[in-house]
């Protein structure tokens, strides 16, 4: 059972010492992986992951090949730094900040024909709205045309909770039928409460969308908090779907 896996259903609860250990304030329990789901998650990410293209247009994606995870969010959300703690590979996530390639998808791939895919952050303020459009037409077209996507993690900081911004993918999602759950980052950075607070609002909001996973992972890439619960639940989907 993971410590950082919040059930919809679930009632918050005092978290085990392993939990407030990590950095985390209590919160609830109600994961479901088993020991050999959080060896698989971690069997999968220790294996080699390396760059594998980028795109800036429906026509230069890679072709399609084995399964693929995609993430999602807002600029500065901490999705480089949660791919970076998933792979456990510091260069990967810069590749991701290199200039010109922040408006572009970029693939990793990974084991047993797995492709993470760091879709362009989005909601920056000082972006030329062409720029935006532009973007936002890249991100819709991925998500309806891509057999291959079987889950989208779309990322919220735990301490702002759903923007407006973020409205806009989950109804892209949703038109799209695409699978999708919420994973709150920086959780390190929140009280007990807070965190508490901000799970509670998130499921209720996500409660009136058919296609959202009814579950959210709560993680800190600083802490590591979360991320074993984040690569079983990836590892969970590769066997499912292989
Ligand atoms: P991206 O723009 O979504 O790729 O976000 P980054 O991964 O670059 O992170 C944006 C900022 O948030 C950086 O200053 C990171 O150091 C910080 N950050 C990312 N993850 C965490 C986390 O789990 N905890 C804390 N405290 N800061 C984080």
Redesign the pocket.
């Known amino acids: 059972m993971s410590p950082f896996f919040i059930s919809i259903d679930a009632s918050w609860s005092v978290a085990p010492a392993a939990v407030r250990d990590a950095g985390f304030p209590s919160m609830s329990t109600a994961g479901d992986f088993s020991d050999a789901e959080f060896d698989n998650g971690r069997r999968l990410f220790a294996g080699e992951w390396s760059f594998l293209t980028a795109a800036n247009s429906i026509g230069s994606l890679p072709r399609p090949d084995g399964l693929e995870v995609a993430f999602a969010?807002?600029?500065?959300?901490?999705?480089?730094?949660?791919?970076?703690?998933l792979t456990g590979r510091r260069a990967l996530?810069r590749i991701?900040?290199t200039p010109g390639r922040?408006q572009e998808l970029i693939f990793f791939a990974g084991p047993n024909r797995l492709v993470l895919v760091?879709l362009p952050?989005y909601g920056y303020a000082a972006a030329a709205k062409s720029k935006v459009k532009a973007w936002t037409r890249l991100i819709h077209d991925y998500l309806h045309c891509r057999s291959a996507l079987a889950r989208v993690y779309l990322?919220v900081d735990a301490r702002h909770g759903l923007k407006t911004v973020d409205q806009a993918i989950l109804d892209t999602l949703g038109q799209a039928a695409v699978s999708h759950e919420i994973v709150l980052?920086?959780?390190?950075?929140v009280s007990e409460a807070e965190l508490a607070e901000r799970g509670e609002t998130v499921k209720a909001a996500m409660r009136t969308r058919p296609a959202a996973f009814p579950d959210l992972i709560a993680?800190?890439?600083?802490?590591g908090?979360g991320i074993p619960a984040l690569r079983a639940a990836i590892a969970r989907l590769v066997r499912e779907r292989s």
């Open positions: 969010g807002r600029s500065n959300v901490g999705k480089s730094s949660l791919i970076n703690a996530a991701s900040k922040t760091d952050g990322l980052t920086k959780c390190d950075q993680t800190s890439a600083r802490t908090a």
